[in-house]
DNA sequence: CAATCAATCTTGACACTGTCAAAATACAAG
DNA sequence: CTTGTATTTTGACAGTGTCAAGATTGATTG
């Protein structure tokens, strides 16, 4: 199974060498491919060609690694952000890209998006604080756009806060019902998601 | 550790008379106490002094089980839902009654909760002939009832399904949220969705 | 009452999991 | 070459779901 069980010139690793960003990668695959219950660090270990507990010299735990997942996650969504909040579309339209954005991330990579916003990290409240951190700031970034686009006039809403939480709520809740499976079909979520929209935006006149 | 090693007259039970009830309440304590994924077979067999296999002969599964508990679950939010649309309010309360039950039913039964529209039971896509039917049933309800708010022209929208979609999303995720300790100050819970309300209601004139 | 039978429950076993402690290996510095 | 440190492995343990086979019971016959 493992190739390097006779020592080869050109790497008889005995020390892997990155094993950190190899068992990550590995496990974002197993992940993607299986979801995240069926993820178990001996698979990880084999599928990586290194022994069962190779793993606990760079993660403390299997909560550990899941975490660094989760935040890998997280700033590939908030380069997402950024490149979202840079274009030069109309508001109206940026709020479209950005509801849609949201739903696309969630539904092409629902198991990052667990990892991301689901109990498994988050109920045990053992999250790293680099997660912590990360997390935070994106989320201190979505409230922004949402403050930006509320006092232009753009959406409807008392507090920037609260307005901000709905709509999160909204999304992460359809996104939710088909990432689980309690809506089966995927190619549906878009347009409800958009029919969700005139909710938000305030009227025009 | 168990009373009946030695078999007294009142009851020598090896067969215990109702396993199947006394397992899924026993099942429904251990996990609003510690979780679904803290509830294992075997500690349910220990609380309920009985051998580890015993259920096999009542469930499957730990998934039959699980989907058992769901069923009841959808059975109790049917019930809370038949006497919310048989009172007496004005339309516009017994929405509000509406949400609000919901969320309170999902804050305060967050295990249940999760069980009942969560990832464990819908993902694998394994789910009971009779968990399948009661939660159509309750679905089907609730379309229903937003279906007339809307025919009243109490709620927004265009296609009645997809704005039940969107408000159930919307209750949803923020239940979820809450649930799963992204949000962890469950007192908000209600001013929030209490904010989202706005958005669901015409405009009033 | 005794024998038989089906329902019910238990025991034994297996593969799998996360994780700890101790050993083995490789590489770098002296 | 030796020593030390970083890295990886092996051994072990408790815990999990579940299958197959055996044990126990209450009911149903003759």
Redesign the pocket.
């Known amino acids: 199974m493992t190739i390097e069980t006779a ?1 080869l010139k050109t790497s ?6 990155n ?1 950190r960003q190899s068992l990550l990668l590995a496990a974002k695959e197993l992940i993607a491919e299986h979801g995240i219950e069926a ?5 990880l ?1 084999d599928k990586v060609g ?5 793993a ?3 993660f ?4 550990d690694l899941l975490c660094a997942l989760a935040a890998n996650g997280f700033k590939r969504w908030q380069t997402s952000l950024d490149q979202l909040s840079c274009n030069q579309l109309p508001d109206r339209d940026k709020f479209e890209q950005y509801v849609l954005a949201y739903i696309a991330f969630a539904t092409n990579n629902p198991e990052e998006y667990e990892l991301m916003f689901g109990r498994c990290i988050w109920k045990q409240s053992q999250c790293t604080v680099e997660l912590q951190e990360i997390s935070h700031t994106t989320f201190q970034h979505q409230v922004e756009m949402i403050d930006q686009w509320q006092s232009i006039g753009l959406i409807n809403g008392d507090s920037s806060l609260r307005t901000a939480q709905v709509i999160w709520g909204t999304l992460h809740g359809i996104a939710k019902l088909f990432i689980d499976g309690v809506y089966n079909d995927v190619t549906r979520v878009e347009e409800i998601v958009i029919s969700a929209l005139p909710m938000f935006l305030a009227a025009k006149d």
């Open positions: 020592p008889s690793k005995y020390h892997h060498g094993l993820l178990s660090l001996r698979k270990a290194v022994s069962r507990t190779a606990y010299h760079y403390v735990d299997k909560n």
